[in-house]
């Protein structure tokens, strides 16, 4: 393994995470957005939302579609991003405001496509042609959320995402610790009726003696693979939880060396 992950391959694979990549995109799209190229920036936000779906990449989204004039995109990613449960409030009251604006020219703008033809011009007279509906000038607006920005936001729902695994690691691993020591109890509980049969002779108490022994024997059969199922949960969870916050660390030893894995909770 760690041959492996000294090759070049390993290395590009394991600086390229998700993460990394949504943030790559993000900085691209935030680049080609200041230089007017408004089509990368779709298509680079959009590569990066499919990856992560985070909020503030929906408001670049729809702030992109927006200057391309592109209503009925724009107003979904808008819609999108407002009804978005960790959406920033203060994005989320502009983004209502702009959707407000847009709903209201797509109206004018059905209406418009649905209007009933000019009448025709007769000789006797001129019938001047209906004023074009333009869409209302797109306002500047708010700069969208920086690659800074989108950098913090994936670092906090990384660390709440760790923390709630470590957290479901802690609970699954007391009640696996729980099922082991009830699996414990009643077999040895099962043992000492087992002993106290071998002592007795009166053959009715021989067998209740036998009878609660057997009982107690299955019930704490059925709790030690209850254990086991507990404990590997725990464990996918830890792991889960810790991955990212535990370093191999190489150790110099007197007869060689030795990589020692060193975390904290």
Do not use: C
């Amino acid at each position: 393994m760690v041959a492996w992950l000294a090759t070049p391959g390993a290395a590009v694979a394991r600086a390229e995470t998700p993460e990394a990549q949504v943030e790559r995109l993000a900085a691209d799209a935030l680049t080609a957005y200041r230089g007017a190229d408004y089509n990368r920036a779709v298509e680079l936000l959009t590569k990066a939302y499919e990856i992560r779906q985070v909020p503030a990449l929906l408001y670049n989204l729809a702030k992109a579609y927006d200057k391309l004039g592109d209503l009925d995109h724009a107003a979904d990613a808008y819609r999108r991003f407002a009804d978005a449960a960790d959406a920033d409030p203060k994005l989320k009251a502009k983004a209502e405001a702009r959707l407000a604006v847009l709903d209201d020219a797509r109206r004018k703008k059905a209406a418009a496509a649905h209007a009933p033809e000019p009448a025709p011009v007769r000789p006797s007279g001129h019938v001047e042609a209906p004023p074009l509906m333009t869409p209302p000038p797109v306002s500047p607006g708010p700069q969208p959320p920086s690659a800074a920005e989108v950098h913090a936001r994936l670092v906090a729902e990384r660390q709440h995402e760790r923390h709630r695994d470590r957290l479901v690691a802690l609970g699954v691993g007391a009640g696996a610790v729980a099922f082991l020591g009830v699996a414990i109890g009643l077999s040895v509980s099962a043992l000492t009726l087992e002993q106290e049969y071998g002592r007795t002779v009166d053959f009715t108490r021989k067998t209740n003696l036998k009878s609660d022994a057997l009982t107690q024997a299955h019930v704490a059969d059925g709790f030690y693979p209850a254990a086991g199922v507990a404990a590997a949960v725990a464990i996918y969870f830890a792991v889960r939880g810790f991955r990212h916050d535990v370093d191999l660390v190489p150790a110099p030893m007197p007869n060689g060396a030795a990589l020692v894995a060193a975390g904290r909770f």
